[in-house]
């Protein structure tokens, strides 16, 4: 289990596999959606869930996670 620090200053439990995805974001802004595999989708899923990255579509149509600004 780790602890991520929101912007608002609440924090947030988060378990390790949600970390370790949480940490591909520290070499890239954005991941898209087909670069990760199937259990790490998921875990990506879960962190929108909880607001800490953000899924939107990009120009092509195609889903792209990114990082939420503020997040520790």
Not at 55 to 69: L, P, Q, T
Request: proline share 3%.
């Amino acid at each position: 289990m780790k602890i991520v620090e929101l912007v608002n200053k609440l924090s947030l439990p988060i378990t390790n596999e949600e970390s370790d995805v949480l940490g591909q974001f520290q070499e890239t802004p954005e991941i898209r959606k087909a670069e990760f595999n199937e259990r790490e989708q998921e875990l990506a899923n879960s962190l929108v869930n909880k607001d800490i990255l953000l899924r939107h579509k990009n120009e092509e149509g195609r889903i792209i996670y990114k990082r939420r600004k503020g997040i520790n």
